[in-house]
């Protein structure tokens, strides 16, 4: 079993930065694509970013390239999404999802773990 425990939202400001990280125990993360999701109020939960084991090849929704990082600890069994140039439509809830299976997928129904969730507010 992994467990995943998301950190660093909160309220910015349009135009403003965050740093969200997701630490992960019980297992490591050998060959685990990490990613992000997020779900804004009442509408479905969407993929944001995802990173292999490697750390190579990110891939990114639209919205989110040219603006937000994923980046990736082995090590500390961290992963990271660095998020800039916010907008009122980036706030939502952002949640971590661990993948066992070492390919990039958007489909959130490929993740086997996710972790609570950390909220994101951006005011305009």
């Known amino acids: 079993q992994v467990q995943l425990v998301e950190s660093g939202g909160g309220l910015v400001q349009a135009g403003g930065s965050l740093r969200l990280s997701c630490v992960a125990s019980?297992?490591?993360?050998?060959?685990?694509?990490m990613a992000w999701f997020r779900q804004a109020p009442g509408k479905e939960r969407e993929f944001v970013a995802s990173?292999?084991?490697?750390?190579?090849?990110?891939y990114y929704t639209a919205s989110a390239k040219g603006r937000f990082t994923i980046s990736r600890e082995n090590a500390k069994n961290t992963v990271y999404l660095q998020m800039n140039s916010l907008k009122p439509e980036d706030t939502a809830v952002y949640y971590c999802?661990?993948?066992?299976?070492?390919?990039?997928?958007?489909?959130?129904?490929?993740?086997?773990?996710w972790g609570q969730g950390t909220q994101v507010i951006v005011s305009s």
């Open positions: 990173i292999l084991w490697s750390g190579g090849s990110p």
């Open positions: 019980g297992r490591s993360l050998y060959r685990f694509t």
């Open positions: 999802a661990a993948d066992e299976r070492p390919t990039q997928t958007d489909d959130r129904a490929y993740y086997d773990y």
